[in-house]
């Protein structure tokens, strides 16, 4: 499958991730996470693929985050309350989101870029 990254215009850590995937030659489609967030079940996918904590897939400095209270609101919610709040609003996820859906990178960590996505 090819590799997504759901990048957000901006965004200094999406252009940062995009400038380094161009310059590394790793191919790439670029979707637009404000306007196209994934889906539920492809958020689901994703996390599921990632090992990661399901909260880790909120973008906590977001204005969004804070205005809705999240921080106090997340730690009793459901995982499936999770997956719709974040498949509603694509500035609640983490970015840049990069995935192939067997493999998954949140935020712009140039060395986990590289370990994860190859490079040059």
Not at 47 to 71: D, I, M, P
Not at 84 to 91: E, Q, T
Request: aromatic fraction near 8%; glycine fraction near 8%.
């Amino acid at each position: 499958m090819a590799i997504k990254a759901y990048l957000y215009n901006k965004c200094d850590t999406c252009r940062k991730a995009k400038k380094w995937m161009t310059e590394e030659g790793i191919g790439f489609e670029e979707i637009p996470i404000v306007e196209a967030p994934p889906g539920k079940e492809e958020l689901r996918r994703i996390w599921q693929a990632s090992g990661l904590e399901l909260r880790k897939f909120f973008n906590v400095s977001g204005v969004q985050y804070k205005e809705l209270g999240l921080k106090d609101k997340l730690p009793t919610m459901s995982e499936e309350e999770m997956l719709d709040l974040l498949a509603s609003n694509g500035k609640l996820i983490k970015r840049p989101l990069i995935t192939d859906e067997k493999k998954v990178t949140l935020g712009f960590k140039p060395e986990e870029l590289e370990k994860t996505w190859g490079g040059k």
